[in-house]
């Protein structure tokens, strides 16, 4: 089993980076296979509604979202963290988390997802929010922890003196340790839960 690890900050030892290395020391403890891709630093350009990735199969500029595809569709689980820039996350992560998900074609129901933020003090319950629905539309469960999966510091590893933040992140790994496994379970009894032919409609329609 394993999880794909997003990091969303341009700073690769920046404090969204130590709680991502909090959950994969419990992963590792675990036996559960990780990768860590740091995307925040990479010239990521957002989604122009081409509608090529549904001819192709993936998205028609090829950069690191259709590199890391393969990762992401063999993967149990996906962790994506990111730094809060005005109550959001990242601009360059939520492009990559946009092409990402709306190019590839394979189906993501039951990978479990979590997000994870890091802030100096506010902007951290809407930015949680924000990453967890490319998750919620994508029918991937998402794992919880024992508070709003968050990390406070300003300066790169004031984080570590978080004692509450990094316990959330422990938590976090070890709930979606056991959904992963319990999931893995239920596919082999059950298989995976019955889709619909997708309908799509809006309001004039």
Same mark, same amino acid.
């Given at each position: ?90 601009? /360059? !992560?939520?492009?990559?988390? %946009?092409? #990402?998900?709306? *190019?590839?074609?394979?189906? @993501? ?61 422990? /938590? !976090?790994?070890?709930?979606? %340790?056991? #959904?992963?496994? *319990?999931?893995?379970?239920? @596919? ?18």
């Amino acid at each position: 089993m394993n999880v794909l690890m997003i990091n969303g900050s341009p700073r690769p030892n920046g404090n969204t980076s130590l709680a991502l290395r909090e959950m994969e020391s419990v992963f590792k403890a675990e036996s559960i296979e990780t990768e860590t891709i740091q995307i925040g630093n990479k010239p990521i350009r957002g989604c122009i509604a081409c509608g090529q990735c549904a001819e192709k199969g993936r998205c028609v500029f090829d950069d690191a979202v259709n590199e890391i595809a393969p990762k992401f569709e063999a993967a149990d689980g996906l962790v994506v963290g990111s730094p809060v820039y005005y109550a959001s996350a990242n601009a /360059t !992560l939520v492009a990559f988390l %946009t092409r #990402l998900f709306y *190019s590839t074609p394979f189906d @993501k129901t039951m990978k479990v997802g979590a997000a994870v933020v890091a802030a100096r003090r506010g902007g951290l319950s809407a930015t949680f929010d924000e990453l967890n629905k490319f998750f919620t539309v994508s029918s991937m469960p998402v794992a919880p922890s024992q508070y709003w999966n968050s990390v406070h510091g300003r300066e790169s590893g004031q984080a570590a003196q978080d004692a509450e933040g990094l316990q959330t992140m422990r /938590t !976090l790994a070890r709930n979606m %340790t056991f #959904l992963i496994r *319990s999931i893995e379970l239920g @596919k082999e009894k059950y298989g995976l839960p019955e889709r619909e032919k997708f309908q799509r409609t809006n309001f004039i329609h």
